[in-house]
């Protein structure tokens, strides 16, 4: 069955760094774009980006241009966001998701807090 597994989360200090990943399984990864939402307290769950079967992406949220990257690595069936110069304001927990036919597939989410 489709399993998605995101890892790297934590609490890190405003402008520090984390990298995200999300090892999934249970298709055919290389076919299948990718997503990645994230949900703030109090708040509805927002598309972050979206990064398609060949690696091209796009960073939906404009205060996130510049400072996030989503990638994806084929071979080990895991994508990535890196997120640099974090700020309070992206604390949330932070889905993948990917649509495979017609039913969207979501992880277990990772806690990202950020704060002095």
């Known amino acids: 069955q489709v399993q998605l597994v995101e890892s790297g989360g934590g609490l890190v200090q405003p402008g520090g760094s984390l990298r995200l990943s999300c090892a999934a399984s249970?298709?055919?990864?290389?076919?299948?774009?990718m997503k990645w939402y994230r949900q703030a307290p109090g708040r509805e769950r927002e598309l972050v980006a979206t990064?398609?079967?060949?690696?091209?992406?796009?960073i939906y949220v404009d205060s996130l241009k510049g400072r996030f990257t989503f990638s994806r690595d084929n071979a080990k069936t895991t994508v990535y966001l890196r997120m640099n110069n974090l700020k309070p304001d992206d604390t949330a927990v932070y889905y993948c998701?990917?649509?495979?036919?017609?039913?969207?597939?979501w992880g277990q989410g990772t806690q990202v807090t950020v704060s002095s």
């Open positions: 998701m990917a649509r495979v036919g017609v039913i969207n597939y």
């Open positions: 249970g298709f055919t990864f290389s076919n299948y774009a």
């Open positions: 990064i398609t079967t060949t690696g091209g992406s796009t």
